[in-house]
């Protein structure tokens, strides 16, 4: 299929994963926005009958979504997942001490890269990725993601859109500044498609757009940087970037101030979609359903 999840050019791991190792300690202070975005995707849970055995948290950062996972399913084994081993060691500390030393369930953490899971097939009933996608090659997250659940189990994400930033990628562009600074997001369509693709059945997908405030263009940087939300494009711009050009990044940004403020747009992206039964084995030979038809 057409790549459509991957326009311009992808994120680099290494960088993704320096930027997260070094934003642990303040991701928890600056990341407003992932715990809110979290809880409303959790959320989408709520008319959905499942009892998942095993819970796959996708790019868990510091295990913010784990209690109201185990809220929801208290029987539930839960494994989070994250590239960076420094968000694992604060995800670990937030397990209450008294969980940890009567070694009571506390959640599995591991150090993987969504693209390449390290769980055997059909290993969990429910996987959850919150804010996540616009670091991996979707169309690799979504076929391991199915690949991990077996017929029937239960993929449920959120992503941001193509209107993220929208604010500071034409700032640039009014500054006279073409380059990659600014991550690039898929649209909700292009995702559906992958979905369908990897082997899912009738996504539901819904979209909202948050807006945030900030006093200035500094303090919209120092967030994004505090959550490691850094430029991790292959094809970014190297070296530091100049004080005067991003004076003019900053002067054009102020032509959205409204009321004492400029707006960051969020597009938020929140799908779902079943696992369904494979059609061809690995050989390519077709599976035919021959159950008899009830009377």
């Not at 604010?167 to 995702?191: Q, S």
């Not at 979905?195 to 945030?212: I, K, R, S, Y």
């Not at 102020?254 to 707006?263: Q, T």
Request: charged fraction near 25%.
């Amino acid at each position: 299929m057409p790549d459509a999840l991957n326009r311009g050019s992808p994120p680099e791991k290494r960088a993704v994963r320096r930027a997260h190792e070094r934003a642990a300690r303040t991701y928890d202070a600056h990341a407003v926005l992932h715990r809110e975005v979290a809880t409303r995707l959790l959320e989408h849970l709520d008319p959905i009958r499942i009892d998942p055995g095993r819970i796959l948290d996708l790019g868990c950062g510091t295990g913010s979504a784990f209690a109201e996972l185990r809220e929801r399913f208290p029987r539930a084994a839960i494994v989070g997942v994250d590239i960076a081993r420094a968000m694992l060691h604060e995800a670990r500390a937030r397990a209450p001490a008294w969980r940890r030393w009567l070694g009571a369930s506390t959640p599995q953490l591991v150090c993987g890269d969504l693209e390449r899971l390290p769980f055997a097939a059909g290993s969990a009933e429910l996987a959850v990725s919150n804010l996540a996608l616009q670091w991996c090659d979707a169309h690799a997250v979504f076929a391991e993601t199915a690949r991990a659940l077996p017929a029937g189990g239960l993929f449920l994400f959120s992503a941001f859109g193509p209107d993220t930033l929208k604010e500071l990628r034409a700032a640039f562009r009014a500054a006279g500044d073409d380059g990659a600074h600014v991550n690039t997001f898929a649209d909700m369509h292009d995702l559906g498609d992958a979905l369908v693709h990897a082997g899912f059945a009738d996504p539901v997908m819904e979209m909202e757009m948050v807006t945030l405030e900030y006093a200035d263009l500094g303090a919209l940087a120092r967030d994004l940087k505090a959550v490691g939300a850094r430029n991790a494009l292959a094809a970014r711009p190297r070296g530091l970037y100049g004080r005067r050009r991003w004076q003019r990044v900053a002067a054009a940004y102020e032509g959205s101030r409204r009321d004492g403020a400029i707006p960051a747009s969020c597009e938020i992206i929140y799908g779902h979609a079943w696992k369904t039964a494979p059609r061809r084995i690995a050989d390519g030979r077709q599976v035919i359903d021959v159950r008899r038809p009830s009377r």
